[in-house]
């Protein structure tokens, strides 16, 4: 029987970080390593954000470079992880009666490969991608992450990608910003004390949370992919946050990790 795996959400921040090498590529290098190895690996990411759940069944997803205005090398980066199309119909099962399309247009947006470019730096793990449904509410996304949850046990390694707190009107851009804004902080920090204490309601409500909140997440695609990582966490779990931080003063890169 295969062992369970965790369920892991990355701040990724700036495309940047595929080519970096700092404090959370090491981060995410080192998750990687310690982990045991994955059969396939499903991620949630922040960029494929769009009207219908579906999920990525090629057998060779491309790597989509889904930004503008960075250095050439960045638009070189390839990673030529291989898909399952098994686990996508798995998925796709597992979700029912849910339409859920199976794609072969999308591939791994930077979400996803600026993450796993360190975490999986061979690129061997077959990965398949699961849409965020824009249309929907949160409580949908988190209930989509504790379907998904038996997923664990057989070897897959459920990711979320995106930033706790992610404003980038607020951000700073080839500034120097000394110090994370206050309301970055005390939203990071509040909502970590609900993650330790598995109360999620107010996680999966934040409209309701307040000025710093809605500062924090002025738009649901970086902060959905938390939701599915903390539905899939079961009972008595642990939960840590092995990487933790704040760049340009606004993109928190905590990293929260499920058992």
């Known amino acids: ?47 494929w954000y769009v009207p219908e759940t579906g999920v990525t069944v090629g057998t060779a997803p491309r790597t989509i470079h889904d930004f503008g205005g960075f250095p050439p090398e960045l638009y070189r980066v390839q990673y030529p992880a291989p898909g399952d199309p098994e686990l996508a119909r798995r998925v796709q099962g597992m979700l029912a009666p849910l339409p859920v399309k199976l794609d072969s247009s999308w591939g791994l947006d930077h979400g996803t490969w600026t993450v796993l470019r360190h975490a999986y730096p061979e690129a061997d793990i077959p990965v398949v991608q699961l849409s965020i449904d824009e249309s929907q509410p949160a409580s949908f996304h988190f209930e989509i992450g504790r379907r998904l949850a038996p997923l664990r046990q057989e070897g897959i390694l459920m990711v979320g990608s995106g930033n706790l707190v992610h404003n980038l009107h607020a951000y700073a851009w080839g500034r120097r910003m000394p110090d994370p804004y206050d309301w970055a902080v005390r939203f990071e920090k509040e909502a970590r004390q609900m993650m330790l204490a598995g109360v999620y309601a107010p996680l999966i ?43 340009g003063g606004s993109i928190s890169m905590l990293t929260v990790q499920v058992g």
């Open 1 to 47: 029987m295969a062992e369970t795996l965790p369920a892991i959400f990355f701040g990724h921040g700036n495309p940047m970080n595929a080519l970096m090498d700092n404090g959370y590529t090491r981060g995410w290098r080192l998750i990687g390593e310690r982990t045991p190895a994955p059969k396939a690996i499903l991620s949630i990411s922040a960029h």
């Open 205 to 247: 409500d934040y409209e309701k949370l307040g000025r710093d909140a809605m500062l924090s997440i002025p738009t649901p695609d970086h902060y959905l992919p938390l939701l599915y990582v903390l539905g899939a966490r079961q009972q008595g779990e642990d939960i840590a946050f092995p990487i933790e931080g704040v760049d």
